[in-house]
């Protein structure tokens, strides 16, 4: 140990870098893990030391040092900037894989931190940092491909935060249309150009068609993690003309997914122009459980196949309810809604 705390004093470390307090226990976590590979041959005994530094102390870095920072646990975690919009995304920091890859292009560095695949979904969270400012919500103009899912359709939504000067973290969740037993993916992503897309943005920028072309280009693979489904078949409440069923529900560590199916028989075919539904979720504990954005839907006017994911159920839960609630599109102007007799499910 003196011999280590040495090769601290001997290193040379900006002093306008500003520690914060952390606790012993992540103090002895990080230490333990760099005691460990103190040996590997491939890392710098000076780069080891800093690592101990830094971590232990949870140091927060100034602007000018971008790109180390993100290498921090609490900075590098993109999922955490994301748990207000939904606390689903708190459990996936856990359960993602590193990716840890680096694209730099026109003055823009993109990096793909972490990825996680449930055989439900994909979720990849990055960070981007430029030279200039990109506005409050810039997107790739490439979408990511998965070579196992080629001809599966999929939706996906996409959050960007920025969260210092230049520098901003995204998360782009692919919901897949149905589960497959396909225990390893291969992902693509593509991205010839950044833009931004609040374009009422752009003006107080002073940067008109902002848009950088660039060249950044991903390939990772993931493996999936461990997925439960229970098929349905007789599961259903009605309620004025409306039918909906409870087909599957499929639990995976980061999250539930309920596919359900509703139809609408000829008398509301008749008077209204289009149903639509939404879910209320809870559990026998009372937990209210939020759809993640970019839910799959299937539907004509009045028969739709819904793809509903949550965050994970409440592992001491026993059962959940879900209350559907109907909007009857009479005119462009009057709708009318009601709510069913909720599906009541035990879980396992």
């Known amino acids: 140990?003196?011999?280590?705390?040495?090769?601290?004093?001997?290193?040379?470390?900006?002093?306008?870098?500003?520690?914060?307090?952390?606790?012993?226990?992540?103090?002895?976590?990080?230490?333990?893990?760099?005691?460990?590979?103190?040996?590997k041959k491939h890392l710098s005994r000076n780069i080891a030391v800093a690592a101990v530094i830094f971590a232990a102390s949870t140091i927060s870095l100034s602007a000018a040092y971008p790109s180390f920072a993100f290498q921090l646990p609490l900075i590098g975690?993109?999922?955490?900037?994301?748990?207000?919009?939904?606390?689903?995304?708190?459990?996936?920091?856990?359960?993602?894989t590193d990716i840890g890859k680096t694209k730099e292009s026109n003055g823009i560095s993109v990096t793909i931190t972490k990825a996680v695949y449930d055989?439900?979904?994909?979720?990849?969270?990055?960070?981007?940092?430029?030279?200039?400012?990109?506005?409050?919500?810039p997107t790739f103009s490439g979408q990511p491909t998965v070579a196992e899912y080629k001809n599966l359709h999929h939706s996906s939504s996409v959050g960007v935060k920025k969260i210092s000067k230049n520098q901003y973290a995204g998360l782009y969740v692919i919901n897949l249309k149905d589960s497959m037993p396909i225990d390893k993916i291969n992902v693509n992503w593509d991205v010839d150009a950044i833009q931004n897309l609040h374009n009422n943005e752009i003006s107080t920028l002073g940067i008109p068609n902002l848009k950088v072309p660039g060249d950044w280009s991903f390939d990772f693979s993931l493996h999936a993690l461990e997925t439960d489904s229970i098929l349905f078949?007789?599961?259903?409440?009605?309620?004025?003309?409306?039918?909906?069923?409870?087909?599957?529900?499929?639990?995976?560590?980061i999250s539930s997914v309920?596919?359900?199916s509703h139809y609408a028989d000829q008398a509301i075919r008749k008077n209204s122009e289009h149903v639509g539904l939404t879910?209320?979720?809870?559990?026998?504990l009372g937990n209210k459980y939020k759809e993640?954005?970019?839910?799959?839907?299937?539907?004509d006017a009045y028969s739709r196949d819904s793809r509903i994911a949550t965050e994970a159920f409440d592992k001491e839960a026993t059962s959940i309810t879900i209350t559907p609630e109907v909007r009857l599109s009479i005119s462009p102007d009057k709708i009318?809604?009601?709510?069913?007799?909720?599906?009541?499910?035990q879980l396992p």
């Open 119 to 137: 055989r439900e979904s994909i979720a990849i969270a990055y960070l981007i940092e430029s030279e200039k400012n990109l506005g409050g919500f």
């Open 233 to 253: 078949s007789d599961i259903s409440t009605q309620k004025k003309g409306v039918e909906v069923k409870l087909n599957k529900i499929t639990t995976t560590p």
């Open 292 to 299: 993640i954005p970019a839910g799959i839907t299937d539907f």
């Open 279 to 284: 879910y209320l979720i809870t559990d026998n």
């Open 336 to 345: 009318k809604t009601f709510k069913m007799k909720p599906i009541k499910v």
């Open 77 to 96: 975690n993109v999922f955490s900037y994301f748990t207000e919009q939904n606390k689903a995304f708190e459990k996936y920091n856990a359960y993602s």
């Open 1 to 39: 140990m003196k011999k280590l705390y040495k090769q601290f004093n001997d290193l040379k470390i900006d002093e306008d870098i500003q520690a914060m307090p952390v606790s012993e226990l992540e103090k002895a976590r990080v230490k333990k893990n760099v005691m460990k590979r103190k040996n």
């Open 258 to 260: 309920l596919y359900l």
